[in-house]
Structures are given as C-alpha cells and as structure tokens.
C-alpha cells in the first residue's frame, strides 16, 4: 500500500474509535425517564436505542468489539508508517505507539466521550441505527462472548438477562422535583413534595392542637355562647361540657345561625342541632383519613391517643393542606430577609417549615419547630441561644418561660460550611 493509503487507513480508524467511544458514553448515559417519554412520542431513534438499552450485555459487547478491532488496526497501521518512514530505526515503533497513544486519548476517548456525556441524545439516538445491523450481522461473535461473560458474572450473582431499568426511590424523586424549579413553580413542587409526604403523615402531624381548639362550653352562659358564635371565624365548632373531653357533638354554624335570634333560643336547642362527634386515631395515616372523610361526607374530627383522650382536631381541609399548601398562606410564618436569613415562627410544623424551604428536618419526632429545638437542646432556652440544628444554624430571638416564639435561621449556604457549636450572647 502507498503511504497516503496507510494514512488514510489510520485516520479512520482513529475517526471509528471516536464513534465508538462517543457512542457507547451517549447510549449509556440517556436519560432513561426522558427516552421513555420519546418512545412514547414516536421517535425512532429514541424506539432503537431503548431497544438495545433492553439488553446492554450485547451492546456493550458489540461496541468493545468495534473499539478493540479499530484500536489495533490502527497500532499495526501506526507500526507500519513508522517502519516505512524509518527503516532500520528500532525506537520508530516505540515513538509511533507513543503518539498514537496521546492522539487516541484526545480524538478518540476524551473529546468523544465528553461531547456525548454532555449531549449524549446527538450521537445516542443516530449511533443506534448503525448498531441495529451490526448486532444482527456479528451476533455468533457477539452471543459467543457473551456466553463467557455470564458465567464470569454468575459469580458475583449477576443476571445479566434479568437486567430492568432502575426505577426511582421517594427520597430520589424529591431531589428531582426540588431541582425542578427551572421548569416548574414553587407552589407545584411544594404540592408534589406534600403527595410525596402522604403515605408516611399521620392525622397527629397536620391536627390543631388541643390548647388551640376552639370549641362551645355549654357550662358557660347563654349569652357567651351566643356572643361566640356570632363572632367565630370557623364553619363547625366542638359542643362539649367542661372539658373537650367530655363533647357531645359538633355544631354546623349555618343552621344554628338562623335560629339564634328568636327569643326560645337555648342551650337546648344547639343540642338539638348537633351532629355526631366522629373521633380519629392519632396514629391514622393522612391519605386513609381523607378516603373515609369523603367516604362518609365528613369534615372534621376529633384526634385521641390510645387512652381516649382528645389531642387535636382534623378538618378535610387541614389533610388537603398536606397537598396544596396551606389554603390561607400566612406570609408571616417564614420571611426571608435581604441577607438571605429566615424569620420562623416557632409554632410552625416542621413539616410545613420543610416543605415551604425544601429542607429536611426530622418530622419523626416533635411536630413543631418550638418542640424540635426543645428536644435538641433538652430545655427551654434563653433569647439570644445560638445552635446548630440538624446542619441548620438559627439563632432564637423570642421566648417565654415555656416555649420559643421566633427563630432566625442564618444563610444556609455559607453557615453550613463554618460548623457553629451553641453559644450563649
């Protein structure tokens, strides 16, 4: 062969060994998620790179052979030109494999392999109908090796013909909506992070507290009960006697409200209006709640413990809040300051507090921001108490002699990387 020949020969090579380093990077690093979509899409060469993505032992085995082949046929080609070009010279071959070697590894691995790490769909999508024949037509070689191949992986308990394409944990799928903001609205992601949630929330993690309940006491006068109807904020009030214990039922404010004006109106006739108390085990899972709230066309219950006692209450629309954030957004819970801090108010649910900031504070624990700091810190701490929360450093601005009312979370970022131990001012 003349010398222009056997250059020629090598820069094919070379250009071969490009396309199937490139190519076996591309195939491999598809987003499966977003191959799927185009399949569904009709996209063919999305439908034959899934194709032979279903068995990656004979792709990879195709491709190794490609690049071994190539490889070597340009080494005997590189040895070829140097023994033309220096006869008689014994380091030509050592100075050729040398070069070959540092021009394969720049235009023939790393910039291929980049290029398709980057936009792996360019080169995956075209490559897959080359590999298509190629499959078909070196399928003894292929089938051959690949024999071997399987029994050295059944060693290490690998079944290559069982391969599935993995699918994504819960906790994944969080980080891939939380990173989704490009393309996505806040409000959604908080909405596809609280559907996420649902299956491990219980009713105890989303309920009004006790000391928060707002209720009818029918030991009190008639005309402070009538006074607190009419001022009540709320659609169904609990009617109890002395203790919210002790309720004997739930009063729909619409149909005592027609009637609170006619001079007959007593305690007897609230009663008469009350409708059957429903009480909820406080260890009910969210999603279970919500289907038997709407089973039964009900829309508030009472949470107890094992003993009976009541702990909270649930209303349908604090499970929906679990979905769609809260439906009256109090802007002064979490305010972001210029410095890139956070103002908490402490009673907020950690659980809400995570959603709203995509963190992940425990919520195994207490249900509150105020309880999570007083568990952590083991007592009631003093304004001005700085620590570091579960990889989170606040300082808290506002207490009493029970429990803390404002927090002050420092900028994530930057704190994160200079570790605080609690300090007092």
Same mark, same amino acid.
């Not at 195709?62 to 082949?69: E, Q, S, T, Y």
């Not at 429990?403 to 900028?411: Q, S, Y």
């Given at each position: 062969m003349s010398m222009s020949m056997l250059i020629g020969i090598l820069v094919a090579m070379l250009i071969l060994s490009a396309f199937f380093s490139g190519s076996e990077t591309a195939l491999m690093t598809l987003n499966r998620? !977003?191959? #799927?979509?185009l399949v569904k899409l009709k996209h063919k060469g999305a439908i034959k790179a899934q194709r032979l993505l279903? #068995?990656?032992? !004979?792709?990879?085995?195709?491709?190794?052979?490609?690049? /071994?082949?190539?490889n070597t046929m340009a080494a005997s080609v590189a040895t070829i030109v140097a023994l033309r070009l220096?006869?008689?010279?014994?380091?030509?071959?050592?100075?050729?494999?040398?070069?070959?070697?540092i021009v394969t590894l720049i235009f023939s691995e790393a910039t291929p392999k980049t290029f398709a790490a980057v936009k792996p769909e360019p080169l995956a999508f075209p490559s897959a109908w080359i590999y298509e024949p190629l499959l078909w037509l070196f399928y003894p070689v292929i089938e051959f090796v690949n024999i071997?191949?399987?029994?050295?992986? !059944?060693?290490?308990?690998?079944? %290559?013909?069982k391969h599935s394409q993995e699918s994504l944990s819960k906790e994944e799928l969080k980080v891939v909506i939380a990173e989704a903001e490009s393309v996505m609205p806040a409000r959604y992601q908080k909405m596809l992070m609280g559907i996420l949630d649902l299956e491990s929330a219980t009713v105890e993690d989303i309920m009004t507290p006790r000391n928060e309940i707002t209720? /009818? *006491?029918?030991? $009190?006068? /008639?005309?402070?009960? %009538?006074?607190?109807?009419?001022?009540?904020?709320?659609?169904?009030?609990?009617?109890?006697?002395?203790?919210? @214990? #002790?309720?004997?039922?739930?009063?729909?404010? !619409?149909?005592?409200?027609?009637? +609170?004006?006619?001079? @007959?109106? @007593?305690?007897?006739? /609230? +009663?008469?209006?009350?409708?059957? &108390?429903?009480?909820? &085990? *406080?260890?009910?899972? =969210?999603?279970?709640?919500?289907?038997?709230?709407?089973?039964?066309k009900i829309r508030i219950g009472l949470v107890v413990d094992e003993y009976g006692d009541v702990q909270g209450l649930v209303t349908m629309d604090d499970l929906l809040q679990e979905i769609v954030g809260e439906i009256i957004t109090d802007e002064t819970a979490v305010r972001k300051q210029t410095d890139g801090s956070y103002l908490v108010d402490a009673n907020i649910t950690v659980r809400e507090l995570n959603r709203s900031l995509l963190w992940d504070l425990p919520t195994e624990g207490p249900k509150t921001l105020n309880g999570l700091i007083i568990e952590f810190m083991e007592t009631i701490?003093?304004?001005?108490?700085?620590?570091?929360l579960y990889g989170y450093a606040l300082e808290i601005l506002r207490?009493?002699? =029970?429990?803390?009312?404002?927090?002050?979370?420092?900028?994530? $970022?930057t704190e994160r990387q200079k570790p605080l131990a609690m300090i007092k001012h």
């Open positions: 998620y !977003r191959l #799927r979509h279903q #068995r990656p032992d !004979r792709l990879l085995g195709m491709i190794l052979l490609g690049n /071994i082949f190539v220096y006869p008689g010279n014994e380091h030509s071959v050592v100075i050729a494999d040398v070069v070959l070697i071997f191949v399987s029994l050295l992986l !059944r060693l290490f308990r690998v079944d %290559v013909k209720g /009818i *006491d029918l030991e $009190e006068p /008639i005309e402070v009960i %009538v006074e607190q109807i009419k001022s009540s904020s709320h659609t169904r009030l609990p009617v109890f006697k002395k203790s919210i @214990d #002790r309720v004997i039922g739930f009063l729909h404010l !619409r149909k005592v409200l027609v009637l +609170i004006n006619h001079e @007959d109106f @007593d305690k007897q006739t /609230i +009663i008469s209006l009350l409708g059957k &108390p429903v009480f909820v &085990p *406080d260890t009910t899972p =969210v999603h279970a709640q919500m289907v038997k709230f709407k089973a039964e701490p003093e304004a001005g108490t700085s620590i570091k207490c009493d002699d =029970v429990a803390v009312k404002l927090v002050k979370f420092l900028p994530h $970022e």
